[in-house]
């Protein structure tokens, strides 16, 4: 009895929550590392602020679909600085017992229920507002905590 709850127990935490594909083109999740605009994990520095979120890539353009069966919890807007319109949108979303917002992405619908692998929205065109950057999802928790553990 004491070795199947061992067992189990070494289960539950192998299954912690994983992030699935998350953009098309990119279906290992792989991440941002550097580009001449900065890095892309979590406590990166920003220009005396640290980076909040975990950066996907994604290319302009790209379907971005939900990473496992989600609930959307409407719209963000991500920038006051009105230079960096073409970008400004994102979507937050419940899921797995997490609350997280995705940056950068068009919304298919802002309500409901979305299945895991199903499309959410579309990647909007980063290179125009910042040219030659790793175009990239930016994947943050409702609480700012590091996402880096669910990839
Ligand atoms: C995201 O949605 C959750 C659940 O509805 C809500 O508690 C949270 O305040 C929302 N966060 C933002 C930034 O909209």
């Given at each position: 009895m004491r070795r199947l709850l061992v067992l189990l127990a070494l289960l539950?935490?192998?299954d912690a929550?994983?992030?699935g594909q998350l953009c098309s083109g990119?279906?290992?999740?792989?991440?941002?590392?550097?580009?001449?605009w900065g890095q892309g994990h979590y406590g990166a520095g920003r220009g005396g602020r640290l980076h909040e979120g975990l950066?996907?890539?994604?290319?302009?353009?790209s379907t971005v679909f939900a990473p496992f069966d989600v609930t959307l919890n409407?719209?963000?807007t991500v920038y006051t600085d009105p230079s960096k319109a073409a970008i400004n949108e994102?979507?937050?979303?419940?899921?797995?017992?997490l609350c997280f917002k995705l940056f950068y992405v068009r919304p298919d619908r802002t309500s409901g229920?979305?299945?895991?692998?199903e499309?959410?929205?579309?990647?909007?065109?980063?290179?125009?507002?910042y040219p030659g950057i790793t175009s990239h999802v930016h994947v943050q928790m409702c609480d700012k905590s590091d996402p880096t553990r669910y990839f």
């Open positions: 539950w935490v192998c929550v994983k992030f990119n279906p290992s999740n792989s991440r941002r590392t550097s580009d001449g950066d996907i890539k994604c290319s302009d353009g409407g719209k963000l994102g979507i937050n979303l419940s899921g797995e017992g229920r979305v299945r895991k692998g499309r959410i929205g579309t990647m909007l065109p980063m290179q125009r507002v």
